[in-house]
C-alpha cells in the first residue's frame, strides 16, 4: 500500500487514571484501551516497526502531556503514523474509524476493513470538525498533533450488550485487524502473530517475581510477549511466582551483567557496590517499588556512566495542590519518567509524600531562606535574574520562603 516505510508509530491508550472514559456492562474504556495499545504495541515491534507507547500503566495524562509524549517519540513529521485505541458509547454497535483532515482516509479505511474481517460490525470512517472552527479537527488528538497522521480507532460500544460481550472476548482480535493494516500501510511484511521471527537462543532462565507479567519480562529482555511465550511453550499469559521461564541469553541482551540479591541487600546498597544511582538501578529493571526478595536477579548496567551518589538525589515533598504533572512541569520533565523513577503504581498523590526527580541533584536547586531575592541569588550562583525567571517559569520577581529554584 505505501512504498516508503515510516518513520514510527505512536500507539495511544485513550484515557487512564482520573479519566476511566466510557463505562458499561462491568467494562471501563481505560482498561480495555490499555489492553488494546500493548497488544499492538507487542505486534508492531515483533513485525519490525518502530514503535512507542504514550502510556503502557494506568496514569493520569493530561491533554499538554498526551500530546508532548506523541511529537517527542519521532518527531513532528507526516512519516509518523498516531493510532489512538477508543471504545465508544451511545448506543450503537460497530465499529469507527476517525481521521485528521489533514489526510486521507486510505488508512482509517484499511484499518476498518480488516476489523470487519476480524468479526466486528463496521460503522463508518470519517472526520469530525470542530464546531466553533470549522477549518480543525475536533478531537484534540488530530487537532494539535502536527504533521503526524493521526487515527482514531473505535472497537464498539461499551454500552451495547452486544458489542460488550465482543470487546470482553474479541478486542485483540479487531486490535490484530488494525496491526494488519498499519503494517502494510507502513511498508512492512504482515505475518500472523508468532511466525515472522526466529526464537533467539535461550541459554538463561528467569525466575517468576512477585509482580512479574509477561509483558514485564518481555520487556526486561527486549524480546515481544509472543516470542517469551513460543520459548516456553505457554498457551496463555498466566505465570505464578517461583516459575522458571526461558529467556535469551544475556549476550542477546542489552545487558551483560546481573546480580542476585542476597540476604541484607537494599537497593541502595547494590546501586552503591556498582557506582550507579538507585533511580537507576529501579529504572533499569522496571521496579516499581523498593521491595527486594533474596534470590532474585537484577540487571546492573554494563556502561555506569552515572556516578550521582545517594545524598546526592533530590527529593520532592509533595504540597498542596501538586499533581504529577504540575511537578513534572515545574522541573522540566517527563511525567512518565518521574512515574517510573519513584515506582509509582498510581497517579495519586499525599501530601508529604518524598519523590525523586530524575535528572535533579541537589546541586542544582537552591531552597529560598529568609532575606533572599532573585538579585541575590543569581548573584550567588554567578547567573542572571531573567535566566533564573526562565529556568523556573516565574512571573514576577516575587518569592516565598521554602520555594525550591532551579539553577542552571
Do not use: C, W
Not at 499492538?40 to 502531556?65: A, F
Not at 509472543?226 to 505464578?240: A, F, G
Not at 550562583?381 to 512571573?395: A, G, P, Y
Amino acid at each position: 500500500m505505501n512504498e516508503k516505510k515510516i518513520k514510527g508509530i505512536v500507539v495511544d491508550a485513550g484515557h487512564g487514571g482520573n479519566d476511566p472514559g466510557a463505562i458499561g456492562n462491568g467494562l471501563k474504556e481505560k482498561d480495555l484501551t490499555l489492553q488494546a495499545a500493548k497488544y499492538m504495541y507487542d505486534r508492531l515491534k515483533e513485525l519490525g516497526i518502530p514503535t512507542t507507547l504514550t502510556r503502557d500503566i494506568d496514569e493520569t495524562l493530561e491533554r499538554d502531556e498526551r500530546v508532548s509524549r506523541i511529537l517527542d517519540a519521532y518527531g513532528n513529521d507526516p512519516n509518523v503514523i498516531l493510532v489512538s485505541n477508543h471504545i465508544n458509547a451511545g448506543g450503537g454497535e460497530g465499529a469507527e474509524v476517525v481521521y485528521a483532515l489533514r489526510n486521507d482516509d486510505t488508512l482509517a479505511t484499511a484499518i476498518l476493513d480488516n476489523i470487519g474481517e476480524a468479526g466486528q460490525k463496521k460503522r463508518k470512517v470519517y472526520q469530525r470538525r470542530l464546531p466553533e472552527d470549522p477549518s480543525k479537527d475536533y478531537y484534540y488528538i488530530q487537532r494539535l498533533t502536527g504533521n503526524v497522521e493521526p487515527v482514531l480507532v473505535e472497537y464498539g460500544f461499551i454500552d451495547n450488550i452486544a458489542d460488550s460481550n465482543k470487546l470482553k472476548n474479541n478486542l485483540l482480535d479487531y486490535v490484530e485487524g488494525a496491526v494488519k493494516a498499519l503494517a502494510e500501510y507502513a511498508g512492512y511484511t504482515y505475518y500472523p502473530p508468532g511466525q515472522n521471527e526466529d526464537l533467539p537462543d535461550a541459554t538463561n532462565t528467569y525466575t517468576v517475581q512477585k509482580g512479574d507479567s509477561l509483558y514485564s519480562i518481555a520487556r526486561k529482555y527486549d524480546i515481544t510477549v509472543n516470542t517469551l511465550k513460543r520459548l516456553n511453550n505457554l498457551t496463555t499469559d498466566t505465570i505464578v511466582i517461583g516459575q522458571i521461564l526461558k529467556v535469551p541469553s544475556n549476550e542477546d541482551t542489552p545487558n551483560n551483567n546481573t546480580y542476585i540479591v542476597q540476604k541484607g541487600d537494599t537497593l541502595y546498597s547494590i546501586a552503591k557496590k556498582y557506582g550507579i544511582s538507585v533511580d537507576e538501578l529501579k529504572r533499569y529493571n522496571d521496579l516499581f517499588s523498593n521491595e527486594l526478595l533474596i534470590g532474585q536477579i537484577l540487571n546492573i548496567p554494563s556502561d555506569n556512566n552515572n556516578d550521582i551518589e545517594e545524598d546526592e538525589v533530590f527529593y520532592y515533598t509533595v504540597q498542596k495542590g501538586d499533581s504529577l504533572y504540575s511537578i513534572a512541569k515545574r522541573f522540566g520533565i517527563n511525567v512518565n519518567d518521574l512515574i517510573k523513577t519513584n515506582g509509582l503504581l498510581n497517579t495519586t498523590l499525599q501530601i508529604g509524600d518524598q519523590l525523586i526527580i530524575p535528572g535533579v541533584t541537589k546541586q542544582n536547586t537552591y531552597t529560598v531562606v529568609s532575606g533572599d531575592s532573585l538579585y541575590s541569588i543569581a548573584k550567588k550562583f554567578n547567573t542572571t535574574v531573567d535566566e533564573l525567571k526562565r529556568l523556573n517559569d516565574l512571573t514576577s520577581n516575587l518569592l516565598k520562603i521554602g520555594q525550591i529554584l532551579k539553577i542552571k
